[in-house]
């Protein structure tokens, strides 16, 4: 293991030169290396390997070791940037736009595919047709995109996949679907709405199916025929409306009236000691969905942008040919599972970032491998093409009675005091690259130096010192989900969570394990949490799997605390050390969830949940390898019926 290998001194030196990091960090730099299946070198590690060698050879370093806000810090290397050609034409040459290349090497194309899809749907082969549309939706643009998406849509009806056609229906005309044509894309729309029990939506677009009719190229006898199908449809009652299921949902069950991510017997409180933390106001039963956070930024690796939806994180099945690509035509691969991503993503940060090639930047296109320093850049990104660049020059830090998400980022732990020169300078220079790369997309202009680059500028160095200590995995469980064994968890990308990070501590034995569906994050209950308890996560450093000392080696390192958690004031044994039992009902109600885990039985969550509710009633006491047994069933069936599965 690296961690392990004692780095000589003149290495270590050349390391800390090339990462522009201090002889603290390069342990922790290491480490990240390590931990990544995608590592590699890419363009942006290289820049910035001789961003700061150059400019710790220039006379602004001299400058730079004496200031000490952080507005003069990024104020001086902006001038650098805007003022020195050799420094500017450089990082220039790696993040701007190929403008030869578009999404997935899409060029014009004459059909082919999409008319040997036709061919194939007029035959009823309708799993091949779809596949033949997928392909053209994903190699064509414009018109062409417009009707294989037209075209799919035909395939989902056939095959009563009414959403799906419904979707397609609407997205053909967000890409371009020819006016005169759109009367049919209503008319199938409706019969959608018909067979699924949804009249009045139904009739509303046979409607607009004849109110489009008048832009069609049809003749007059068509049109007449046309007419009197729609108005015979609009009297028939073809399906019945679904009845909602009644399934468990992934949700909290009863809000908090001033946050509704957090459970109403969750209390946020705050001490000089703890800062923010949760406790339980009353007694919270095991299983009990405390707290479920939609992220304020995000960002799906590359390396599964065209198996995953952008917006949501969520797989797109292979053979389900329901996926939409990019309508802005940007370099990177961009795919979405509905049309309700897609419009949200249109409504935030896809046309900025249509127009930037991240993918060239922060990707080794040899090896698709990622480095992870450019994880907190890709953030720290997002987060402004997410919102609203008034937001950021309106905020106002002062006032209190407002709370926002935005607000929480700035609030979150920064470790600002502890950084020393080589760190300040790292951060100065990722804060830069960020506004050179708002600026090529026009969320900024004018020059770095600007006042309201500035005032950007100032925020995103908060913002990044903030994310190296407060982002989440977005995971996803790989292979089977066995009772036991591990589940394996497979990183689709990276996450902020406002709530979380700001009001839930650590702890090596935490009340509550982390499920992801898509890219929300929830908090399930692994055991009854006592009234005035810590609602806590855990950072990664389990009492069960570690020893005391090397958690709080690793806790110092990567998060810059001393744990005082129970677990560690009270120096818990190892798993292997822990008490078991022989106890027949406990062990029969444990037998009952693994099989239901191994048939895939979605009543395995209320089964262990009911086994945890026993322990409590035994008086069995913690730590005991009962808990951390029944701990691992409440993880493996939450995955098992919530999380997000790979594809």
């Not at 602004?60 to 806000?69: I, P, R």
């Not at 229906?169 to 020819?178: F, L, M, R, T, V």
């Not at 000089?272 to 933390?277: N, P, V």
């Not at 509905?338 to 970032?353: G, H, R, T």
Request: hydrophobic share 30%; glycine share 4%; aromatic share 8%.
């Amino acid at each position: 293991m690296l961690s392990d290998i004692d780095i000589p001194d003149n290495v270590k030196a050349q390391i800390m030169k090339q990462l522009g990091v201090s002889e603290n960090h390069i342990q922790e730099a290491l480490e990240v290396a390590q931990r990544s299946q995608h590592a590699g070198s890419t363009p942006f590690l290289t820049l910035m390997t001789q961003a700061v060698e150059y400019l710790k050879t220039s006379p602004a370093w001299k400058e730079f070791q004496t200031l000490v806000t952080v507005k003069d810090m990024v104020a001086c290397i902006s001038r650098l940037v805007d003022h020195n050609e050799q420094l500017n034409s450089k990082i220039d040459a790696v993040i701007s736009k190929p403008e030869a290349e578009t999404e997935e090497g899409e060029k014009e194309e004459n059909g082919e595919k999409r008319e040997k899809g036709n061919q194939l749907f007029k035959q009823k082969e309708f799993g091949k047709a779809l596949g033949c549309y997928a392909d053209a939706i994903s190699s064509c643009k414009g018109k062409e995109r417009a009707l294989a998406i037209a075209n799919r849509s035909a395939v989902f009806y056939q095959q009563k996949r009414y959403r799906e056609c419904i979707e397609d229906c609407e997205a053909a005309s967000i890409y371009g679907y020819p006016e005169q044509m759109e009367y049919k894309l209503w008319e199938r729309r409706g019969r959608c709405y018909l067979h699924l029990g949804e009249e009045p939506e139904g009739q509303e677009a046979l409607e607009m199916a004849l109110l489009t009719l008048k832009k069609s190229n049809l003749g007059e006898s068509d049109v007449q025929k046309f007419r009197e199908e729609i108005k015979k449809d609009m009297k028939t009652k073809i399906g019945s409306r679904m009845k909602n299921s009644k399934e468990i949902r992934l949700t909290v069950q009863h809000p908090n009236a001033k946050n509704p991510s957090l459970h109403r017997d969750v209390i946020v409180q705050q001490t000089e000691e703890l800062g923010r933390y949760c406790t339980a106001g009353k007694e919270i039963q095991p299983g009990t969905v405390v707290l479920c956070d939609q992220p304020a930024t995000w960002f799906l690796s590359f390396n599964f942008s065209s198996t995953h939806c952008s917006y949501c994180c969520t797989g797109i099945k292979k053979d389900s040919g329901h996926f939409y690509p990019n309508p802005l035509n940007g370099k990177d691969v961009v795919r979405f599972c509905s049309i309700d991503c897609l419009k949200q993503a249109m409504n935030s940060y896809l046309p900025w970032e249509s127009r930037l090639s991240l993918s060239s930047i922060f990707q080794n296109q040899e090896t698709k491998g990622c480095d992870e320093i450019s994880g907190s850049v890709l953030l720290a990104l997002r987060l402004f093409t997410l919102t609203a660049k008034s937001t950021f020059l309106q905020l106002n830090m002062e006032d209190t009675a407002e709370e926002n998400n935005i607000k929480k980022l700035f609030g979150l732990v920064r470790h600002h005091e502890s950084r020393d020169e080589a760190d300040l300078l790292s951060f100065s220079l990722k804060t830069v690259l960020i506004m050179k790369l708002l600026r090529q997309c026009d969320y900024i202009q004018g020059k770095l130096s600007d006042k309201q680059s500035l005032i950007l500028g100032e925020q995103i160095f908060m913002i990044l010192e903030a994310l190296q200590y407060n982002t989440h995995p977005i995971d996803q469980s790989t292979g089977t989900i066995r009772p036991d064994s591990n589940i394996d968890l497979e990183e689709l990308g990276s996450a902020v969570y406002p709530t979380i990070a700001s009001s839930c501590n650590h702890s090596c034995d935490p009340a509550t394990i982390r499920v992801n569906k898509g890219k929300e994050l929830c908090l399930i209950s692994r055991r009854l949490i006592k009234e005035g308890e810590e609602v806590s996560d855990c950072y990664g450093f389990h009492y069960t799997s570690l020893s005391k000392a090397e958690r709080q080696k690793r806790i110092t390192r990567w998060y810059n605390f001393a744990c005082t958690c129970v677990a560690c004031n009270e120096n818990y044994p190892a798993m292997n050390k822990l008490k078991s039992t022989s106890e027949k009902q406990v062990k029969e109600l444990m037998e009952r969830v693994r099989k239901q885990l191994e048939n895939k039985d979605r009543d395995c969550f209320s089964s262990t949940v009911k086994y945890l509710s026993l322990l409590e009633e035994s008086k069995f006491k913690r730590p005991h390898k009962v808990y951390e047994a029944g701990s691992h069933l409440l993880s493996c069936s939450s995955w098992l019926i919530w999380g997000n599965k790979a594809v």
